[in-house]
């Protein structure tokens, strides 16, 4: 007897709640449009394509170099110790040891395992230059497509240059700092440049132009010689 209640009552449920879906359709009908009823320019929108970024161009490494602080390189150093080691002879960690990596041949180690773009670069004869540690610093993966380093690169050009100065005390035999050219110098030789006067076809020097030898006749001078001519056979005679 108490199953049959049960079981009434579950039916009684469906029955409400199926009805209840069938009022629900019946009452509340919307009417699809043909089109939309607020209408959204999207003419004058930007595109969302993102366009290639622009080769950076930094400064040159040499300038950078002039004030550069090794000491405060040595500080920036410290969130590199947990994958490099920098003293000689020191072992090789996940990245591989640092000492001397300036002017050093790309992937040099013989006990380390380069990823495929470093032995690449290799073979292509590339060292570790004060230009190319600046640019591999600012943007790893960037520089070098597919090198497995996982750091996001230090924007900052002084940092750069600071810890780039602080590796190169870690050597016993660094690459001379690169030279600067004064730029007022450089102007001065540019300008001289531009105002060299190019030699004349022929192959003869000459500061100015040519000139003609051949004397010009002179009329009025012609006339007078005549004169002079015509007294001297009078007095002559």
């Known amino acids: 007897m108490e199953w049959n209640k049960v079981i009434a009552a579950l039916l009684v449920a469906a029955i409400v709640a199926k009805g209840g879906d069938l009022l629900a359709r019946n009452i ?3 009417a699809e449009l043909d089109q939309p009823a607020y209408v959204i320019d999207t003419s004058n929108i930007a ?4 366009e290639q970024e622009e080769e950076i161009i930094l400064p040159p490494v040499a300038n950078l170099l002039q004030d550069a602080d090794p000491e405060a390189g040595s500080q920036l150093f410290r969130a590199c110790q947990a994958c490099h080691s920098v003293e000689e002879g020191g072992p090789n960690k996940q990245g591989p040891n640092l000492w001397g990596i300036i002017g050093a041949p790309f992937a040099h180690l013989e006990d380390f395992r380069y990823s495929d773009t470093l032995a ?15 640019h591999f610093l600012y943007d790893p993966r960037e520089y070098l497509p597919g090198t497995v380093m996982g750091y996001a690169g230090m924007r900052s050009h002084e940092d750069r240059a600071n810890l780039i100065a602080w590796l190169r005390t870690m050597s016993s035999d660094p690459p001379p700092l690169p030279e600067v050219e004064d730029e007022a110098e450089g102007e001065e030789n540019a300008a001289d440049q531009e105002n060299t006067t190019e030699p004349v076809e022929g192959g003869a020097d000459q500061e100015g132009p040519a000139t003609d030898t051949t004397l010009e006749s002179d009329p009025a001078g012609d006339e007078d010689q005549q004169e002079n001519q015509a007294d001297t056979q009078n007095n002559g005679a």
Do not use: D, F, K, M
Not at 120 to 134: D, T
């Open 28 to 30: 509340i009908s919307p």
């Open 120 to 134: 690449s670069a290799a073979q292509e004869g590339r060292v570790w230059s004060y230009e190319e540690l600046n």
């Open 47 to 50: 595109s969302t394509v993102v």
